[in-house]
Nanobody, 124 residues
């Protein structure tokens, strides 16, 4: 499974961005995709996860009112819509694959595939 993120960039506080994660390779065996982020000097945190088959999803409580994870199965893509962005949302955002959703899992070894990451900077 190969993952490629896009959609990051510079946005002003209060703005929105939609990140995309395109899944390729052995897409038949793709189970769940998780969005995680890591800010400089901070630990990586899981934000949201979605099952590629079915309707299951999980979102971190602290971003539940601003971030929405969704998918387009026909395009093998997962999205993270981020609204009302704040400076503390500045981080490298990555998507990753694992068998089951579990946003509490943030270690590199908890996921079998990772994208390269996309930078999100929230600043005026």
């Amino acid at each position: 499974v190969q993952l490629v993120e896009s959609g990051g960039g510079l946005v002003q506080p209060g703005g929105s961005l939609r990140l995309s994660c395109v899944v390729s390779g052995a897409t038949v065996g793709v189970n769940t995709i998780t969005w995680l982020r890591q800010a400089p000097g901070k630990e990586r945190e899981g934000l949201a996860c979605i099952k590629m088959s079915g309707s299951g999803r999980e979102t971190k409580n602290s971003v539940l009112d601003r971030f929405i994870i969704s998918k387009d199965s026909a395009k093998n893509s997962v999205y993270l819509q981020m609204n009302n962005l704040r400076p503390d949302d500045t981080a490298v955002y990555s998507c990753a694959h694992r068998v089951r959703c579990g946003i509490g899992f943030t270690g590199q070894h908890h996921y079998d595939s990772w994208g390269q990451g996309t930078q999100v900077t929230v600043s005026s």
